[in-house]
Each structure stands twice: as structure tokens, then as C-alpha cells.
């Protein structure tokens, strides 16, 4: 990369989330958020959705999609936060052959990090062992959709890996941070006799009866901790107790506060860091050092340098 392309970077700035107006979500995101804007209930927090506006730096009121041009195109990996209160729909989504042979840009696969859970949370990932796409359909047909799904027992920190083709369903009780692959192809396949579309003849036709949806155990690494690696996306857990610490940036990424404030600082210029919302760090970022004043949790949700 030439110095000349890496000087035009912008520093690491801050937007400010999207809210998604959704029939299963919530009035009220507290702690996470004091306001979201609307009276309609909210189901999720887009961090990095193509509408959220940049809220510090020289770009600050630009959207996130006018920003794809200064930050080397399209940003691959659509971070968000999950505020289910009732039932989602049982769902699948196409990995990238499957998208893309029906026109779109990309599959979809995801993982969710667990923020908050009631006791005896359960997620719905995956069709029970000798179930398949005609088992589906009946049950979709007969209303006994979720008893072919296996159910997950989840507690806070759990990293649950969600890879295309895998029928899931999230229910009340959880707030979930969602890392995906940049991409809104979703197949509903039951909704509960809720009056939506639903897509089963697509959605059957991507259904895996074997995936590699599961639990994923953390792995400690040197000051941090490795929540999951894939294909698409890497999570790390940073928990800094106060002062500085240094970290690489190579491909594009984004920074998320669970809990603390901090200053991110690179080359190129600094930023606040905020709980509940994504700082983007560009490719060709370089090294970047956190600043916390006080105790300090984040995540960084890395996508493979192009």
C-alpha cells in the first residue's frame, strides 16, 4: 500500500447506531441506550449499517455508505445489537454461491455474542438430527415449525457461530451482539401466524442439515481474548483495566464498548469510544493505542484484510 493512498486515510471515527423498527422488538434499549428516536418498538441497533450517520471527525453527518469511498469500498461486516421481546422468525440465510446466484452481493453468516441473558435462555440453531427440507415444509404447513429445532442454552459471553444454511431462531431474553457478513438476504420460514411474507421455497432450497453452528469457546491469546475466528469475520474481547494499550490494525475493522469510554488514537487522528456504539478503523489503519481512564470493556470485530 503507498504511503500517498495510506496519508488520505481518515482517522478512526465514530458512528452513530440505526435504529430498526421491528414487531418483536423493544420501547426501551436502557442501559444501552437512553433514547432511539421513535415511538415504534426496536429490534436491533445497526453499529455499522449503510445508514448510520459518522459522528466525529471531518466526515461527521456523512452516512456510513457515503463513507465506502474513503475507506476503500463497501465495509464487509455489519455489526449490530439484538434486543429481542418476543419471538423472531425461524430463519435461514444463503452462503455466497447461493446469494449470489440469486443477484445478490453476498451470503450471510453471523455470530452472536451473548450480552445479556434471563436464567434458562435458549436460542434455536439447527434441525434436529433426520429432519430435512420436506420435514420442514410440513411442519411450516402444520404449525409445529419449532419442534424440529434444537435448542441452545445460552449465558452471558457465550459466542454462538451461526454459518449459512443453518435454521435459527432467536426468542426473548437475550441481548445479542450480531457480527455478519455485510448483507440483508434473510428467508423467513415461519413466523408464528404473524402476518408477514414468508420466503419457503428459497429457504428450503438453502437449508443445510448439517452446519457448523454451535458454541464457541473462547480462546485466551495475549491480552485479549479470541471470542471466534472464521472465514469472515474474527471477534476479540479487550478488557482494560485503566491506561493505554497498543493494537494492530490490518484489515478493516471496528471497535465496540461494552461497558467504559476510551479514546482510540492512530496516525491519522483519534476518537471517543463509547459503549453501544462502533468506532471504524479503516484498512491501512496501522497501529492503534486505547486510552481508558477508568476500567474499560470492548470488542473488535476484524474482517480478513483484502
Not at 186 to 197: F, V
Request: one cysteine or more; hydrophobic letters at 40%; aromatic letters at 8%.
Amino acid at each position: 500500500m503507498s504511503n500517498s493512498h495510506s496519508s488520505n486515510l481518515p482517522a478512526p471515527f465514530r458512528l452513530k447506531p440505526w435504529f430498526s423498527e421491528r414487531v418483536w422488538g423493544k420501547s426501551d434499549l436502557l442501559p444501552w441506550y437512553e433514547s432511539t428516536g421513535t415511538n415504534e418498538l426496536v429490534g436491533e441497533a445497526w453499529l455499522t449499517g449503510p445508514a448510520s450517520i459518522v459522528e466525529t471527525g471531518p466526515f461527521s453527518g456523512k452516512t456510513f455508505e457515503e463513507m465506502s469511498g474513503r475507506i476503500g469500498g463497501e465495509f464487509p461486516l455489519l455489526v449490530k445489537i439484538l434486543f429481542p421481546n418476543d419471538k423472531l422468525s425461524v430463519q435461514v440465510h444463503p452462503d455466497d454461491v447461493q446469494a449470489q446466484a440469486a443477484g445478490e452481493t453476498r451470503g450471510k453468516t453471523e455470530c452472536w455474542y451473548v450480552l445479556e441473558a434471563v436464567p434458562g435462555a435458549t436460542v434455536s440453531l439447527g434441525l434436529k438430527s433426520g429432519a430435512g427440507a420436506a420435514e420442514v415444509a410440513a411442519s411450516v404447513a402444520d404449525g409445529t415449525m419449532e419442534e424440529l429445532l434444537e435448542q441452545v442454552s445460552v449465558s452471558v459471553g457465550d459466542m454462538i457461530f451461526v454459518d449459512a444454511g443453518t435454521v435459527h431462531a432467536i426468542g426473548p431474553g437475550v441481548v445479542l451482539l450480531e457480527t455478519q457478513q455485510t448483507s440483508d438476504v434473510t428467508y423467513r420460514l415461519y413466523d408464528y401466524g404473524r402476518p408477514r411474507e414468508l420466503h419457503l421455497e428459497k429457504g428450503i432450497a438453502v437449508i443445510k442439515a448439517k452446519t457448523k453452528a454451535g458454541k464457541v469457546e473462547p480462546r485466551p491469546m495475549d491480552g485479549f481474548v479470541r471470542l471466534i475466528e472464521q472465514e469472515y469475520f474474527t471477534v476479540d474481547r479487550f478488557d482494560v483495566p485503566f491506561g493505554e494499550i497498543k493494537i494492530p490494525a490490518t484489515g478493516p475493522a471496528c471497535l465496540v464498548s461494552l461497558s467504559g469510554w476510551g479514546t482510540v488514537k492512530s496516525a491519522h487522528g483519534s476518537t471517543g469510544l463509547k459503549p453501544g456504539q462502533a468506532v471504524v478503523l479503516p484498512q491501512g489503519t496501522g497501529d492503534i493505542v486505547i486510552d481508558a481512564p477508568a476500567a474499560l470493556s470492548f470488542v473488535r470485530c476484524m474482517a480478513p484484510a483484502s
